[in-house]
T-cell receptor, first 115, second 112 residues
Framework: DQQVKQNSPSLSVQEGRISILNCDYT??????FLWYKKYPAEGPTFLIS?????DKNEDGRFTVFLNKSAKHLSLHIVPSQPGDSAVYFC??????????????FGKGTHLIIQP | EAQVTQNPRYLITVTGKKLTVTCSQN?????MSWYRQDPGLGLRQIYY???????DKGDVPEGYKVSRKEKRNFPLILESPSPNQTSLYFC???????????FGEGSWLTVV
């Protein structure tokens, strides 16, 4: 049973517009969430994270929103740029510091930024 | 430069021929892990290690072995590879107390 779900395999957005990537989770014990970005032929790279005690975290053009009651988080990219075209993975962790376990990943969303 | 290094990056092998994918990190991280990425399935954890001589199974450990004799190295061993182990493999590490995992560049493995 998939605990972290990214229901959109792909998303196409025009350059300059907002990109919104969604992620749902089922395990209410998850308390730390991360977004990773992956280009072809490269390993995933960390993008932004949020602890369950917050509902928003912002870093430049990237903002992550967390709705714990809905078990939903989203990544907003504003404005979208061509270099943002990549696969984005949502990940969740059971521990927010010194955790024993790894991350549970979603299947990824391929974001395509069109000129 | 802080990094996670995997070798080989690309390998084609035959069914049953033992192989090892090496992984080394230079960040003195305690935690290391292996993932595989398959189309439509995302990233799935194979094994992880909390520290030297401490390893544990992830979500898809069947057909794999690991060892952690040194802090910096965490090799992935396929004793008898099968075609269903054809995949893209990522090694990763993070420090104790940190949640950001750093990934290697990946190893493409094809078993024929």
């Amino acid at each position: 049973d998939q605990q972290v779900k990214q229901n959109s395999p792909s998303l196409s957005v025009q350059e300059g517009r907002i990109s919104i990537l969604n992620c749902d989770y089922t395990n209410s014990m998850f308390d730390y969430f991360l977004w990773y970005k992956k280009y072809p032929a490269e390993g995933p790279t960390f993008l932004i994270s949020i602890s369950s005690i917050k509902d928003k975290n912002e870093d430049g053009r990237f903002t992550v929103f967390l709705n714990k009651s809905a078990k939903h988080l989203s990544l907003h990219i504003v404005p979208s740029q061509p270099g943002d075209s990549a696969v984005y993975f949502c990940a969740a962790s059971l521990y927010s510091g010194g955790g024993a376990d790894g991350l549970t990943f979603g299947k990824g969303t391929h974001l395509i930024i069109q000129p | 430069e802080a990094q996670v290094t995997q070798n080989p990056r690309y390998l084609i092998t035959v069914t049953g021929k033992k192989l090892t994918v090496t992984c080394s990190q230079n960040m003195n991280h305690e935690y290391m892990s292996w993932y595989r990425q398959d189309p439509g399935l995302g990233l799935r954890q194979i094994y992880y290690s909390m520290n030297v001589e401490v390893t544990d199974k992830g979500d898809v450990p069947e057909g794999y072995k690991v060892s952690r004799k040194e802090k910096r190295n965490f090799p992935l061993i396929l004793e008898s590879p099968s075609p269903n182990q054809t995949s893209l493999y990522f090694c990763a590490s993070r420090p104790t107390g940190g949640n950001t995992i750093y990934f290697g560049e990946g190893s493409w493995l094809t078993v024929v």
